[in-house]
């Protein structure tokens, strides 16, 4: 088994059932290379990540890059994020990226996902 460094399991949205929570209950943001997803969990939970690519991103090694570009953003920014699960999904330009556009575009989507969570509470 390999270890997880600094991406365990509790980090991670895993089952099925709960990515479709995300879309359908979660707030979209689209940008340039990413689609995020949003939506916010209990205080206190942090903030979970699931990562799809199809292959419109490329094969599977462009694919792979692109997960593992945005898995490693969010990792050093996990603690800014706040207690929301975030579905990141990669769009055709993401693979081509460097690891710090990616970075600052997964940061600017979970601003403006707050920020639009925020709005929508103010709402109800």
């Not at 290379?33 to 939506?39: D, G, K, P």
């Not at 942090?46 to 799809?52: E, F």
């Not at 990669?90 to 990226?97: D, E, F, Q």
């Amino acid at each position: 088994m390999r270890p997880d460094h600094g991406y365990p399991r509790a980090f991670r949205i895993t089952r099925r059932r709960d990515y479709q929570k995300v879309y359908d209950e979660g707030l979209r943001v689209p940008g340039r290379r990413l689609v995020l997803f949003a939506r916010p969990r209990s205080p206190g939970e942090g903030a979970r990540l699931g990562v799809t690519a199809s292959r419109r991103v490329g094969g599977a090694v462009a694919r792979n890059r692109a997960k593992r570009l945005i898995r490693e953003a969010f990792r050093r920014h996990r603690a800014e994020f706040g207690d929301l699960d975030l579905v990141v999904n990669a769009r055709a330009g993401a693979a081509l990226a460097s690891g710090h556009e990616i970075e600052r575009e997964l940061v600017s989507l979970v601003r403006r996902a707050r920020a639009g969570l925020a709005r929508r509470e103010e709402g109800r």
